[in-house]
């Protein structure tokens, strides 16, 4: 029998200039049970790739045998976790800082209350105010601020010709 096609195919083979068709034939006929003698020596290479198409290589076990051919135990690796982190709790260090600043600010708004009061009474007419003594209120106190509550208070007691008590 003539295998010439086969061995022109080989050739191509060989230079890698072979279509996928072409090595089908190749591999087909080498799978067969009996070839001439001069051709067996490459059995086992078209015998191998269709072998090795058909083994799942990187099947589960696959590390567990590489390890085992390198003489290297398993090491028992953690479980890690994953936990899912909302926007909420990541937020949260802002929504704090917001607060603190929003407690700074109302509190130093607190503080400058009592400095800006218009209706502050002088001290020397709020003394004699919560005296109670029957000297009349000194008139300048009473005409530098009229605006105020107290002022207007004491204003129109004098006028109705009380004192105030």
């Given amino acids: 029998m003539n295998y010439q096609y086969i ?4 050739e191509r083979y060989w230079l890698a200039e072979t279509t996928i068709e072409e ?3 190749l591999k087909t006929f080498f799978s067969q049970a009996e ?9 086992p290479l078209f015998a191998y790739e269709q072998r090795s198409a058909k083994e799942d290589v990187l099947d589960e076990a696959f590390e ?12 028992e690796q ?5 936990r899912t982190i909302k926007m909420s709790s990541r937020l949260m260090p802002f929504f704090r ?6 407690i700074i600010l109302t509190l130093g708004n607190a503080m ?10 002088p001290p020397t007419a709020y003394e004699q105010a919560q005296e109670g003594s029957s000297v009349a209120l000194n008139v300048d106190t009473l005409k530098a601020s009229p605006d105020s509550p107290l002022v207007s208070q004491a204003t129109d007691t004098l006028k109705m010709g009380r004192l105030p008590q």
């Fill in 7 to 10: 061995e022109q195919l080989l």
């Fill in 23 to 25: 090595e089908s034939i």
């Fill in 35 to 43: 070839l001439p003698e001069e051709m067996k020596r490459y059995q």
């Fill in 64 to 75: 567990d045998r590489l390890l085992a051919r390198l003489g290297i135990e398993r090491e």
């Fill in 78 to 82: 953690p479980v890690v976790k994953a």
């Fill in 97 to 102: 800082a917001a607060a603190v600043i929003a």
């Fill in 112 to 121: 400058q209350m009592p400095f800006a009061d218009n209706g502050y009474f």
